[in-house]
C-alpha cells in the first residue's frame, strides 16, 4: 500500500470522497460516472500501473468528520488473480468495516499526538521530552547509543512580555519554535520544557557533534 497527501485544490475521486463523505465503488475507475471529478491518470503514470476497478472509502470519525480516504484497487479472481473484477457488495462489506476501524486508529493517534504538543510553539511539551529522554538514556544503558541534550532559554524573556505582553511573548516563542524546526534534523526531538526554556534531545550524537548543533 502506499501513504499519500491528499491536496483537496485538486480535482480526483478520492478529493470528492474526502469531501463528501460518500463511497465510490467504480468498475472502471477512467469511464465516465455521475460524481463529476476523474480519475487522476497521474497516479497510474508514475509507476506504469493501469486501475481498472476502484473502491474509495472516507475514514471518519464517529461525528462524522473525514479524516482521509482509502482507496483499492483492481479486485481480482480466477485462480492465479489475473481477472480484474469489479468490488463485490461483499468486498465493500468488508472495506468498510476495515475503514470504520482505521478512522478510529487514525483519530486516536491525531489526539495522542495533539497532548503531546505545545499549544504555543506546537513543539513537543515536557510530558513527551521525558517519556523521550528516559527513553534515549536506556537505549544508552543497553546498546551504548550516544544521546546529547542542549538545554537554552531566552534572553530578556521577562522583561518582553512587559513590553509587548502574554501575545508578543507567546509571538516570540513561536518564531523561536519555527527557527528550531527549520534548523534541526528530522530525528531531532525539540521541545518547549516550561516558560520560556527549550529543550533539543539529539539521538546518536556523540558529544563531539553535539557542539556544532547549538552553533546552527
Avoid: C, W
Avoid at 515536557?126 to 551504548?144: C, D, I, P, Q, W
Wanted: net charge positive; glycine share 6%.
Amino acid at each position: 500500500y502506499q501513504t499519500l497527501p491528499l491536496p483537496l485544490t485538486e480535482q480526483s475521486l478520492a478529493t470528492h470522497v474526502a469531501l463528501t463523505g460518500a463511497t465510490l465503488n467504480l468498475e472502471d475507475a477512467y469511464a465516465s460516472h455521475m460524481v463529476g471529478p476523474v480519475f487522476n491518470r497521474a497516479r497510474d503514470e508514475t509507476p506504469d500501473y493501469r486501475t481498472r476497478s476502484l473502491l474509495a472509502l472516507p475514514l471518519q470519525t464517529a461525528d462524522g468528520t473525514v479524516l482521509g480516504v482509502m482507496e483499492l484497487v483492481n479486485a481480482r479472481r480466477g485462480a492465479g488473480g489475473d481477472v480484474i473484477v469489479p468490488f463485490s457488495s461483499e468486498a465493500e462489506r468488508v472495506a468498510r468495516a476495515y475503514a470504520s476501524l482505521a478512522g478510529v486508529a487514525v483519530h486516536r493517534a491525531a489526539l495522542d499526538e495533539s497532548s503531546l504538543k505545545d499549544t504555543v510553539t506546537d513543539l513537543y511539551n515536557r510530558r513527551y521530552l521525558s517519556l523521550r529522554v528516559n527513553e534515549e538514556a536506556s537505549r544508552f544503558k543497553r546498546f551504548g547509543h550516544p544521546v546529547s541534550v542542549v538545554s537554552l532559554d531566552l534572553d530578556d524573556f521577562d522583561r518582553i512580555k512587559r513590553k509587548a505582553g502574554h501575545p508578543g511573548g507567546d509571538a516570540v516563542l513561536r518564531e523561536v519554535g519555527m527557527l528550531l524546526r527549520r534548523n534541526s534534523r528530522r530525528f531531532t526531538v525539540l521541545a518547549r520544557d516550561r516558560g520560556n526554556d527549550f529543550t533539543i534531545v539529539l539521538p546518536n550524537t556523540p558529544l563531539h557533534r553535539m557542539y556544532a548543533e547549538p552553533a546552527r
